[in-house]
């Protein structure tokens, strides 16, 4: 072959190997995904499901193996002929997420194993005036310790997602705003990672993007293509998955609604703007309306609500008819635009959801669409407080499933955390 071919040739090769490795990335990731989600398969229900054949499984699940991330045994004996086939399962240990959340009135840290595994987790109440960025962080590398450990030393751990109640950057953690917390333009992912003297990723998303994230993933949103999570405390936010994916905008910053208009004859929000979403449903608006004193604050307005609505306290449940009310005509907004088939209440709304039903429905169905409303079921979340912390832990997985064999090699054995903030 002359020499004149060759610079023809080499090009092509060596796409054929970018294209050749871009494909087993992908095959590994959809093992390893399907495993993560669901749990312990049999090899060939991994065929089935994938489409891969037989050969290509076995060589993926070697990858995986080798990696530590998953692990495989013997099937179980059915009847017929032919042996049972082998059962590939998640290690959890091969893969540890610490997840953290940082919302208004509390702070929470879980480690969490791959397949979903929670080893462990601590939820303290925030108090409203130790909240800034540092003093959070030096919170969260206390909880954190004494977590960590409990951790056998073979565990590996991944990265560490954080959510937070406020607009923030994923690919630095960069919080550019978070107006309940009182932060601005906080590098919150450096932050954390110099805490806790870690060289692991951190990953730093709003707190209602992940729990949109975990009801997709392991909530009441599973198989759900189109889904909205209001998460309600101070503010009001949302996740929104649009088919199948998270719907984040162009910078990532998608998702506040809590200052969209909802009553122009409203109360004025701390952001300026008169009858802001939140301003009539959220925490401030209950307090106001259930007649809760200002030095209640916090967690303590929703356990005053809760202890007065069981009594049967008839201003109480007035004041949740009321925020149902406003609520509702919210979600028939979001109906309106984006036609989710599910949308999934958390925070304060899912420990009030009994109580906010109603009115809900009633709102909702007073301003949607027939169309749209008739496509959507308005629930409580099937997580519970802990969406937006699962969501910070799969916000870690997500990367590393994304490209498993660099994202293996890349994972710290322990952080250094452990054993110095355990007290």
């Known amino acids: 072959m002359s020499r004149a071919h060759t610079p023809h040739l080499e090009p092509r090769n060596r796409n054929r190997g970018i294209a050749a490795e871009e494909l087993r990335r992908h095959n590994l990731a959809t093992v390893l995904e399907r495993l993560h989600l669901s749990g312990p398969v049999s090899r060939s229900d991994l065929v ?3 489409g891969l054949n037989r050969s290509t499984i076995a060589d993926l699940i070697g990858e995986l ?3 530590g991330l998953v692990e495989e045994g013997p099937g179980v004996s059915a009847s017929g002929p032919g042996r049972p086939s082998p059962v590939v399962r998640p290690r959890p240990e091969g893969s540890v997420a610490l997840a953290v959340e940082l919302s208004v009135d509390s702070i929470a840290v879980a480690t969490v194993g791959l397949g979903g595994r929670i080893y462990d987790q601590v939820r303290v109440a925030r108090p409203r005036g130790r909240s800034s960025p540092q003093e959070t962080v030096q919170d969260v590398a206390r909880l954190a310790g004494r977590l960590l450990d409990e951790l056998p030393d073979d565990h590996v751990m991944a990265g560490i997602g954080a959510g937070v109640v406020g607009v923030a950057r994923r690919s630095d953690g960069f919080v550019h705003l978070a107006p309940n917390l009182g932060w601005r333009n906080v590098p ?24 949109a994230l975990a009801e997709h993933r392991r909530g009441k949103g599973v198989g759900i293509g189109h889904l909205i999570y209001l998460s309600g405390e101070a503010g009001i936010g949302a996740g929104i998955i649009q088919d199948g994916k998270p719907m984040l905008g162009s910078a990532g910053f998608a998702g506040e609604v809590g200052h969209t208009l909802i009553n122009p004859k409203g109360h004025k929000c701390r952001c300026g703007a008169i009858g802001c979403w939140e301003t009539e449903a959220g925490e401030a608006a209950l307090a106001r309306l259930a007649g809760i004193p200002m030095t209640v604050v916090g967690l303590g307005i929703l356990e ?3 202890t007065l609505a069981a009594a049967g306290d008839q201003r109480t449940l007035d004041a949740l008819t009321e925020i149902g009310h406003w609520l509702g005509l919210g979600i028939a907004n979001l109906v309106n635009i984006f036609n989710p088939e599910l949308v999934v209440l958390g925070g304060t709304y899912q420990s009030l959801f009994s109580y906010l039903d109603s009115a809900v429905s009633a709102g909702a169905s007073q301003r949607a669409l027939a169309a749209p409303a008739s496509a959507v079921t308005i629930t409580n979340s099937g997580l519970g407080a802990n969406a937006p912390l699962i969501g910070a832990a799969e916000l870690v997985f997500s990367e590393l499933i994304a490209d498993p064999a660099a994202r293996a090699r890349r994972s710290g054995r322990r952080l250094p955390v452990q054993g110095k903030r355990g007290g």
Not at 188 to 211: F, K, P
């Open 48 to 50: 089935s499901t994938t």
């Open 65 to 67: 193996i080798a990696l």
């Open 188 to 211: 919150l992912g450096a932050i954390l990672a110099t805490e806790l003297g870690s060289d692991v990723h951190v990953m730093v998303a709003n707190e209602a993007d992940l729990g």
């Open 304 to 306: 005053t609500v809760k």
